[in-house]
């Protein structure tokens, strides 16, 4: 059983770049055919796929946050990361961390809330 665990602010400030780190434990972030990936949900919207980064260290990002997206990962610590820079109040959501494979998320992270406020 995989188990994923975001981490990091739950307020950030307008301009500045929202960092998330999700945990993994039950399985490795270097595991073939395996998709990491960031999803997230603005209040009263539905689930907006941001980006995945594979098991080969490629990474994939939505259109539309494509220009201020990236996700890496640390294979020593078993971790990825998601950086969205310039955020404005429409980046306030719930991000969820999850792992993707044969195009369907199998496990997700609990979510976190983040706010863009000053």
């Known amino acids: 059983q995989v188990q994923l665990q975001e981490s990091g602010p739950g307020l950030v400030k307008p301009s500045q770049t929202l960092s998330l780190t999700c945990t993994v434990s039950?399985?490795?972030?270097?595991?073939?055919?395996?998709?990491w990936t960031w999803i997230r949900q603005p209040p009263g919207k539905g689930l907006e796929w941001i980006g995945s980064?594979?098991?080969?260290?490629?990474?994939y990002y939505g259109p539309s946050l494509k220009s201020r997206t990236s996700i890496s990962r640390d294979s020593s610590k078993n971790q990825f990361t998601l950086q969205l820079s310039s955020v404005t109040p429409e980046d306030t959501a719930v991000y969820y961390c999850?792992?993707?494979?044969?195009?369907?998320?199998?496990?997700w992270g609990q979510g976190t809330q983040v706010t863009v406020s000053s």
């Open positions: 999850a792992l993707r494979r044969h195009g369907a998320v199998e496990f």
């Open positions: 039950g399985g490795s972030v270097t595991t073939n055919d395996v998709y």
């Open positions: 980064i594979g098991y080969s260290g490629s990474t």
